[in-house]
């Protein structure tokens, strides 16, 4: 007996894909009010424990089991890929969604060079140089006045060295590390949790998330002076406010719509086509952070957000059907 693989829809997929990176994208601007709210890890906290309910009445709802089936894996993936969007989201109360974005979607380039260099994955020229386009779309994405470097990158690059202003040098870099710890997740998902269920997956995250912030709000509300740092990273708990309560729970179900659209597109699509469409979130990002705050990406910005984006594109069609190239 043969069973017939599912249809695929890739316009439908597509369109999914694109809904859902709007709406994370959309929602995630927000994060610029919540910021005088709260610190992240109050927001991840409150969020998360959002989420997890959500998640838990769609769950029941369907009749649907949150129960992993290799425990550890799932802990493991659910701390990196959460260590992933506490970088992005401590990131967003600095930097515009765009760049905070632009660090995150390194990630694909961190999976080819986790599976090549610890996997054994072979990578030929292709993704070799989409890599090295990555990377540099990082850095124009990630260092202020980085068109310089296409007019005079001598210069340019003495003015990115020397310069003492706060928030110079590699801290500028930081949301990268977002990209890292998120690709690790992704290849530990492929490695580890392949035939966990979507909401296990979804539980270990969620959860994981919410403990984090839960935790670390804890001990810096005991300890208000343990870091010296913005209140958006290190304040404790403050009373939340009903401009927090509305915003978060926006959030909240921005995100989880997101979830939901995306879901639905990796099943009506070949996995690596539609992979590709992830990257309408950075075009988003630019498009929702001008229409609301005014904020014009620089040409910088706008450049790296075109490198990565092509470097991610051509990773996800050279990976598809397992090519070397």
Do not use: H
Request: proline share 3%; glycine share 12%.
């Amino acid at each position: 007996m043969t069973t017939t693989a599912p249809a695929s829809r890739p316009l439908l997929a597509a369109g999914c894909i694109t809904l859902g990176m709007a709406s994370v994208a959309l929602v995630d601007q927000f994060i610029a009010i919540l910021k005088t709210e709260s610190s992240v890890w109050q927001f991840l906290f409150i969020r998360g424990m959002i989420m997890l309910a959500l998640l838990f009445l769609y769950a029941w709802l369907r009749g649907l089991s949150c129960r992993p089936q290799n425990a550890w894996a799932v802990l493991f993936r659910s701390t990196t890929m959460s260590l992933g969007l506490v970088v992005y989201f401590g990131a967003l109360g600095f930097v515009s969604v765009a760049t905070a974005a632009a660090g995150l979607f390194t990630s694909p380039i961190f999976v080819l060079l986790i599976s090549a260099l610890f996997l054994g994955q072979k990578v030929g020229i292709w993704r070799i140089s989409a890599v090295a386009l990555g990377f540099l779309g990082v850095t124009f994405a990630l260092t202020p006045g980085s068109e310089q470097f296409l007019s005079n990158p001598v210069a340019a690059w003495q003015s990115f060295s020397t310069s003492t202003d706060e928030g110079a040098g590699w801290v500028r870099y930081v949301p990268a590390l977002g990209g890292l710890f998120y690709g690790t997740a992704v290849v530990a998902t492929r490695q580890w949790c392949a035939k966990e269920s979507t909401m296990a997956l979804l539980y270990g995250y969620f959860g994981t998330l919410t403990v984090m912030g839960g935790v670390v709000t804890g001990v810096l509300t005991v300890f208000p002076d343990i870091l010296a740092l913005d209140p958006y990273l290190a304040g404790g708990w403050r009373a939340p406010s009903v401009t927090f309560w509305s915003w978060t729970l926006v959030q909240a179900v921005g995100s989880a719509l997101g979830i939901v659209f995306l879901t639905i597109g990796y099943q009506q699509g070949e996995a690596s086509y539609v992979a590709v469409f992830e990257y309408t979130a950075l075009i988003f990002s630019a498009l929702f952070t001008w229409l609301i705050f005014s904020e014009v990406p620089t040409a910088g910005v706008l450049i790296g957000l075109v490198l990565i984006t092509l470097g991610g594109v051509v990773i996800a069609l050279r990976s598809k059907g397992g090519q070397a190239g």
